[in-house]
């Protein structure tokens, strides 16, 4: 039993040492790669559709049937339209005909009763009204990522025989990136 006593430290230092001696199996290294694709992008009024998109309203108020001019700007939302797109996205704002285009004379552009009286109008670039924008007509749109504000601005003439009620046009506006 002395004998045992005394072995015991020497095979606790042997079994600390092969224990101490177990070797790994070897290292692997490498890495994990990342990547994202960005494309360019706008939004409109902060819709980032690209279909059925809301530009805003152009709301004339309320007029007697015999008023002689009446003027608007059109509201996105919270103001004008507001426009934000990637840098370098060659981003165009077109707008095209509205729905009674030259019904009348004394504007490009008519809103109608539906039962055939018309309007006519003009929408403009700027608050003087003396840039208009027919159809096709353009507005390029600042690419450097941040919100640009367009303003639009609209004059109706009254014409003659004008009888009450409510009468509407709707513009189709394109923006191209």
């Avoid at 039993?1 to 177990?22: D, E, N, Y």
């Avoid at 009024?45 to 809301?54: D, E, H, P, Q």
């Avoid at 049937?65 to 939302?77: I, M, S, Y």
Wanted: include cysteine.
């Amino acid at each position: 039993m002395k004998h045992l006593t005394r072995m015991m430290p020497v095979v606790f230092a042997m079994l600390v040492m092969g224990v101490a001696s177990v070797a790994w199996g070897g290292t692997t290294t490498g890495q994990v790669n990342s990547t994202m694709t960005l494309t360019a992008a706008c939004q409109v009024n902060g819709s980032t559709s690209s279909s059925g998109v809301n530009f805003g309203t152009l709301n004339f108020g309320s007029q007697t049937t015999l008023f002689n001019t009446a003027t608007a700007q059109v509201n996105g939302g919270s103001g004008a339209i507001a426009v934000q797109c990637s840098p370098g996205a060659g981003a165009v704002l077109t707008f095209q005909a509205g729905q009674h285009d030259a019904q009348v004379s004394g504007g490009s552009r008519a809103m109608a009763n539906g039962s055939g009286k018309f309007i006519p109008y003009d929408i403009y670039s700027d608050a003087g009204y003396s840039t208009v924008l027919a159809s096709g007509a353009t507005v390029n749109i600042t690419e450097d990522g941040t919100t640009q504000t367009v303003n639009i601005y609209g004059r109706a003439v009254g014409v003659a025989g004008l009888t009450p009620g409510t009468y509407t046009d709707v513009i189709a506006v394109q923006l191209n990136f």
